[in-house]
């Protein structure tokens, strides 16, 4: 090894030059984060929020406890009282955990309406640990700061359409989609 | 240690010193911890100490629901996830006897090897890292950052994807995401070109590796290494080949092997193995069928937990045990070992059923933590610079180790 041509002409270390040369005079790859940001990609498990529909103003969810039987770090606490009339539950306090939270997906996943939902917002830190214990009004905050930013006319989650599973395994509220037309919608902050 | 050390100063040089190493390291790739016994710089022995990570993970399960033990298992070999869902999912199919659609599968097969290159880059970066490549480390992460691009695209997490199911994959993948997978090949083959014109001929790296950490065949076997720990010592030995799952049997690949199994080869193994995923990711895109990704059979995300440990606290002792013995058997009972070919080595997941939705016992058969215990033959009379390049060649992630 130490008599061959490639160790006394010195081609091993020129082979590499040449390539950090090459490198060199290529596009650098970097993203400077705080100044430019990449571009999210839609579906990203992101912060959770409450989906608000826009006819109603109401949120989606209709407390069938399926999520916060779901959660693997059984991160989701839910209150509601049953209508004594109708005899339908209504929700009365959602509390999730963003610090247990695994970012797995499944409630957004198994939830018959689309009413809990991972947003794409990537980018958020609280003072305490009570600024990351989300309640139903922060969550729906959540839901309205991310409509804010969405620049299209509709909002659908990947997890919602589930592409590719049998209509079988979905709920029937599922089969035929749920976005949320957020054209419209008043942004408070 | 002497006890006569304080009265009678030895010569520094010809005495046993011992040194801790980590487990706060750099180069011990997490929280492994080394108990040395040096001479002079020549390391006489060594005694790993695990367990730092150790977060009782087969436990956990048993309190989980099938599907919801899926996440715990992004938790094991933390860059190559899919692989480890993948081995997960696999034991539970076997068992209860769930067959996924074509489809499912060769998505199945093609996020696995991706996430086998993923590993393997990383493997790589911090090998030539430890060894004192520092360009390497910055190539090689501009590649995996582009995987994981693709993961998120996939299924919108990173890391933890949680994207194999039971039965088949969550959901299917976008027709742009398969072209830009597709694309990104010849780019990956280049730059494997790339790396092994930075590293195979270079001096140092070869003054570094070769002879470094020499194991041979039936001492490798006799440890239990498996993955390219062992393939570098000449043993052709892939659970793909031999024990084949999902679309493996379809595609064709080689298997790549050393000779004298020494930190040369393996790394030389690895970047070979590098080619032969491309290659199946070739196959699987080109051979993609159509139809549906997940079978029908897979049991649903918030199935009941069955019998065992339901509300235990609610029932006397008596009522508690004819519960148990009336509770509704939803899934098959028995046991089963099976493995799959993770980044590191063999995978394998052990499974015991007794018929309710949550697994009696999950063992983990971790190839890390079956590697860190060959460290003290292969770092035996090597100095503490080739220790690093040791540790770096196992490619062992703490994680899956202590689990």
Same mark, same amino acid.
């Given at each position: 090894?130490?008599?061959?041509?490639?160790?006394?002409?010195?081609?091993?270390?020129?082979?590499?030059?040449?390539?950090?040369?090459?490198?060199?005079? *290529?596009?650098?790859?970097?993203?400077?984060?705080?100044?430019?940001?990449?571009?999210?990609?839609?579906?990203?498990?992101? *912060?959770?929020?409450?989906?608000?529909?826009?006819?109603?103003?109401?949120?989606?969810?209709?407390?069938?406890?399926?999520?916060?039987?779901?959660?693997?770090? *059984?991160?989701?606490?839910?209150?509601?009282?049953?209508?004594?009339?109708?005899?339908?539950?209504?929700?009365?306090?959602?509390?999730?955990?963003?610090?247990?939270?695994?970012?797995?997906?499944?409630?957004?996943?198994?939830?018959?309406?689309?009413?809990?939902?991972?947003?794409?917002?990537?980018?958020?830190?609280?003072?305490?640990?009570?600024?990351?214990?989300?309640?139903?009004?922060?969550?729906?905050?959540?839901?309205?700061?991310?409509?804010?930013?969405?620049?299209?006319?509709?909002?659908?989650?990947?997890?919602?359409?589930?592409?590719?599973?049998?209509?079988?395994?979905?709920?029937?509220?599922? *089969?035929?989609?749920?976005?949320?037309?957020?054209?419209?919608?008043?942004?408070?902050? | 240690?002497?006890?006569?050390?304080?009265?009678?100063?030895?010569?520094?040089?010809?005495?046993?010193?011992?040194?801790?190493?980590?487990?706060?390291?750099?180069?011990?790739?997490?929280?492994?911890?080394?108990?040395?016994?040096?001479?002079?710089?020549?390391?006489?022995?060594?005694?790993?100490?695990?367990?730092?990570?150790?977060?009782?993970?087969?436990?956990?399960?048993?309190?989980?629901?099938?599907?919801?033990?899926?996440?715990?298992?992004?938790?094991?070999?933390? #860059?190559?996830?899919?692989?480890?869902?993948?081995?997960?999912?696999?034991?539970?199919?076997?068992?209860?006897?769930?067959?996924?659609? =074509?489809?499912?599968?060769?998505?199945?097969?093609?996020?696995?090897?991706?996430?086998?290159?993923?590993?393997?880059?990383?493997?790589?970066?911090?090998?030539?890292?430890?060894?004192?490549?520092?360009?390497?480390?910055?190539?090689?992460?501009?590649?995996?950052?582009? #995987?994981?691009?693709?993961?998120?695209? #996939?299924?919108?997490?990173?890391?933890?994807?949680?994207?194999?199911?039971?039965?088949?994959?969550?959901?299917?993948?976008?027709?742009?995401?398969?072209?830009?997978?597709?694309?990104?090949?010849?780019?990956?083959?280049?730059?494997?070109?790339?790396?092994?014109?930075?590293?195979?001929?270079?001096?140092?790296?070869?003054?570094?590796?070769?002879?470094?950490?020499?194991?041979?065949?039936?001492?490798?076997?006799?440890?239990?290494?498996?993955?390219?720990?062992?393939?570098? +010592?000449?043993?052709?030995?892939?659970?793909?080949?031999?024990? =084949?799952?999902?679309?493996?049997?379809?595609?064709?690949?080689?298997?790549?092997?050393?000779?004298?199994?020494?930190?040369?080869?393996?790394?030389?193994?690895?970047?070979?193995?590098?080619?032969?995923?491309?290659?199946?990711?070739?196959?699987?895109?080109?051979?993609?069928?159509?139809?549906?990704?997940?079978?029908?059979?897979?049991?649903?995300?918030?199935?009941?937990?069955?019998?065992?440990?339901?509300?235990?606290?609610?029932?006397?002792?008596?009522?508690?045990? +004819?519960?148990?013995?009336?509770?509704?058997?939803?899934?098959?009972?028995?046991?089963?070992?099976?493995?799959?070919?993770?980044?590191?080595?063999?995978?394998?997941?052990?499974?015991?059923?007794?018929?309710?939705?949550?697994?009696?016992?999950?063992?983990?058969?971790?190839?890390?933590?079956?590697?860190?215990?060959?460290?003290?033959?292969?770092?035996?009379?090597?100095?503490?610079?080739?220790?690093?390049?040791?540790?770096?060649?196992?490619?062992?992630?703490?994680?899956?180790?202590?689990?």
């Amino acid at each position: 090894m130490r008599f061959s041509p490639t160790y006394l002409l010195f081609k091993d270390l020129v082979t590499g030059l040449l390539i950090t040369l090459r490198t060199f005079l *290529r596009k650098p790859v970097t993203v400077r984060y705080p100044h430019e940001k990449v571009q999210v990609i839609p579906s990203f498990r992101g *912060r959770h929020a409450m989906v608000v529909d826009t006819e109603t103003g109401k949120s989606r969810c209709v407390a069938c406890l399926k999520c916060s039987v779901v959660c693997p770090s *059984r991160c989701i606490k839910i209150e509601y009282e049953v209508d004594e009339k109708t005899g339908e539950r209504r929700l009365k306090e959602y509390i999730l955990e963003a610090l247990r939270c695994v970012y797995c997906g499944y409630c957004e996943e198994v939830c018959p309406v689309g009413a809990i939902v991972l947003t794409e917002w990537f980018e958020y830190s609280g003072r305490c640990r009570e600024d990351l214990i989300f309640n139903l009004e922060k969550l729906v905050q959540n839901w309205k700061e991310h409509v804010a930013k969405w620049d299209k006319e509709v909002y659908e989650n990947k997890y919602w359409v589930l592409k590719g599973v049998p209509l079988k395994l979905k709920p029937a509220s599922r *089969r035929i989609g749920l976005s949320v037309k957020i054209k419209g919608v008043k942004v408070h902050g | 240690m002497p006890e006569n050390r304080l009265s009678e100063p030895e010569d520094p040089f010809f005495s046993v010193l011992e040194l801790q190493m980590g487990p706060q390291h750099p180069s011990t790739h997490g929280v492994l911890k080394l108990h040395l016994k040096l001479e002079g710089e020549r390391i006489v022995d060594c005694d790993p100490v695990v367990g730092f990570l150790h977060r009782g993970l087969e436990k956990f399960a048993e309190n989980f629901t099938y599907p919801q033990v899926l996440p715990l298992t992004d938790r094991l070999d933390y #860059i190559s996830a899919m692989n480890n869902n993948t081995g997960y999912c696999l034991v539970i199919e076997r068992l209860f006897g769930i067959e996924p659609p =074509p489809r499912g599968k060769y998505l199945r097969t093609m996020v696995c090897e991706l996430a086998r290159i993923a590993s393997h880059l990383l493997w790589l970066a911090t090998h030539a890292l430890d060894i004192g490549a520092m360009t390497v480390f910055l190539y090689c992460f501009r590649e995996r950052e582009q #995987i994981l691009n693709f993961f998120e695209e #996939i299924c919108g997490a990173r890391l933890t994807v949680s994207y194999p199911r039971i039965g088949g994959v969550r959901m299917d993948i976008e027709e742009a995401t398969l072209e830009k997978v597709y694309n990104f090949l010849p780019e990956m083959e280049r730059r494997v070109d790339e790396y092994e014109g930075l590293l195979s001929e270079n001096r140092i790296w070869l003054e570094r590796t070769v002879g470094v950490g020499v194991i041979t065949a039936e001492e490798a076997l006799a440890y239990g290494l498996t993955g390219p720990s062992l393939r570098g +010592s000449g043993m052709p030995y892939y659970v793909r080949k031999h024990f =084949p799952y999902d679309a493996y049997p379809e595609v064709e690949f080689e298997v790549p092997v050393g000779k004298n199994g020494d930190t040369y080869d393996r790394y030389k193994c690895r970047l070979q193995e590098m080619r032969q995923s491309i290659r199946i990711i070739r196959q699987c895109l080109e051979k993609l069928p159509e139809g549906e990704v997940v079978s029908e059979l897979t049991p649903d995300l918030d199935m009941m937990p069955g019998g065992r440990m339901l509300k235990a606290e609610a029932f006397n002792e008596v009522a508690f045990i +004819s519960f148990l013995q009336e509770a509704k058997e939803t899934f098959p009972k028995g046991e089963l070992y099976s493995a799959v070919e993770g980044a590191k080595g063999e995978l394998g997941f052990y499974l015991v059923s007794d018929g309710s939705g949550r697994p009696y016992r999950l063992h983990i058969r971790a190839p890390s933590f079956i590697h860190v215990s060959a460290l003290p033959k292969l770092a035996k009379n090597h100095l503490i610079a080739d220790l690093v390049a040791i540790i770096g060649t196992l490619d062992i992630v703490m994680g899956e180790c202590d689990r």
